[in-house]
């Protein structure tokens, strides 16, 4: 449910985080939901500044087998904790960052150091959260950070975010989660079944179906249009801080028949 995180300190005998003063914060019980911490690899204002972030938040929370905190760059230092709970990244289930900009990955790396959770990909085992990604910035170009990534999920969250948390199940095997979901749901995208082929530039040449998934097809370039009904739901937090508050973003729009000429979201989001 939506609250001020009233009485949120009292419950956890901490002192009371951002959210007792947010208005719009999600507050919900962990018992027998799957845990997921939202990443936004900058700072607190920066990160609720985007409607992006936002509308995941929202989209996860609203799935009752889910329980969504948020997660932002720790301003005064010292490893990442939740803002609702002060909950420690690597004691969530799923760790999921929200990409937007390039010079946003060197966070990446350091939200994941700092919280205990080991990279690359090939390090962790199933006593770690799964750490997936999305985002414009992934959208693009998920390969510089596939070595670090169990899972991208490309493409509008609000078309298959549902469809790849109903597959998972944090007392299943991992690599089952991962073999299904890249068989099943469209825009997921699971780097360790891929074998990246480069140019003699380096460049990205093609990718082939590894050894251990040679049946599942790589994420199809599909142009998806948001729902109508979700422009219409309720509004964002209303984050703390002027400053935060005065770049809050507006709801997206329509880009129109021609679609948007610049920038990364006019790029891979023409109709």
């Given at each position: 449910?939506?609250?001020?995180?009233?009485?949120?300190?009292a419950?956890?005998?901490k002192?009371?985080?951002?959210?007792?003063?947010?208005t719009?914060?999600?507050?919900?019980?962990?018992?027998?939901?799957?845990?997921?911490?939202?990443?936004?690899?900058?700072?607190?204002?920066?990160?609720?500044?985007?409607?992006?972030?936002?509308?995941l938040?929202?989209?996860?929370?609203?799935?009752?087998?889910?329980?969504?905190?948020?997660?932002?760059?720790?301003?005064?230092?010292?490893?990442?904790?939740s803002?609702?709970?002060?909950?420690?990244?690597?004691?969530?289930?799923?760790?999921?960052?929200s990409?937007?900009?390039?010079n946003?990955?060197?966070?990446?790396?350091?939200?994941?150091?700092?919280?205990?959770?080991?990279i690359?990909?090939?390090?962790?085992?199933?006593s770690?959260?799964?750490?997936?990604?999305?985002?414009v910035?992934?959208?693009?170009?998920?390969?510089?950070?596939?070595?670090?990534?169990?899972?991208?999920?490309?493409?509008?969250?609000?078309a298959?975010?549902?469809?790849?948390?109903?597959?998972?199940?944090?007392?299943?095997?991992?690599?089952?989660?991962?073999?299904?979901?890249?068989?099943?749901?469209k825009?997921?995208?699971?780097?360790?079944?891929?074998?990246?082929?480069?140019?003699?530039?380096?460049?990205?040449?093609?990718?082939?179906?590894?050894e251990?998934?040679?049946?599942?097809?790589?994420?199809?370039?599909?142009k998806?249009?948001?729902h109508?009904?979700?422009?219409?739901?309720?509004?964002?937090?209303?984050?703390?801080?002027?400053?935060?508050?005065?770049?809050?973003?507006?709801?997206?729009?329509?880009?129109?028949?021609?679609?948007?000429?610049?920038?990364?979201?006019?790029?891979?989001?023409?109709?």
């Amino acid at each position: 449910m939506r609250k001020k995180g009233k009485g949120l300190a009292a419950h956890h005998g901490k002192k009371a985080p951002k959210s007792s003063a947010e208005t719009g914060a999600i507050i919900k019980s962990r018992v027998g939901r799957i845990s997921v911490a939202l990443v936004y690899p900058n700072t607190y204002s920066v990160g609720m500044s985007s409607l992006g972030f936002q509308t995941l938040y929202r989209l996860f929370n609203e799935m009752e087998s889910v329980v969504c905190e948020r997660v932002f760059v720790p301003e005064k230092g010292g490893p990442p904790r939740s803002v609702e709970t002060k909950t420690p990244l690597a004691a969530f289930d799923i760790v999921a960052f929200s990409l937007s900009f390039e010079n946003d990955y060197p966070f990446v790396l350091t939200l994941l150091g700092s919280g205990g959770i080991p990279i690359p990909s090939a390090k962790r085992d199933a006593s770690h959260p799964l750490i997936m990604a999305g985002g414009v910035a992934c959208f693009l170009n998920p390969e510089p950070l596939a070595e670090i990534f169990d899972l991208f999920l490309l493409g509008e969250a609000e078309a298959n975010l549902e469809s790849l948390m109903n597959l998972f199940d944090p007392k299943a095997q991992r690599e089952d989660f991962l073999r299904k979901a890249g068989a099943t749901v469209k825009g997921a995208y699971v780097p360790h079944f891929y074998s990246p082929l480069y140019n003699a530039d380096n460049t990205l040449l093609n990718e082939i179906p590894g050894e251990k998934l040679a049946i599942v097809p790589l994420p199809q370039d599909k142009k998806i249009r948001v729902h109508r009904a979700f422009l219409q739901s309720p509004g964002p937090v209303a984050p703390v801080g002027k400053a935060c508050k005065k770049n809050l973003s507006h709801p997206a729009v329509s880009p129109g028949k021609k679609g948007l000429k610049i920038g990364p979201v006019g790029h891979v989001s023409r109709y």
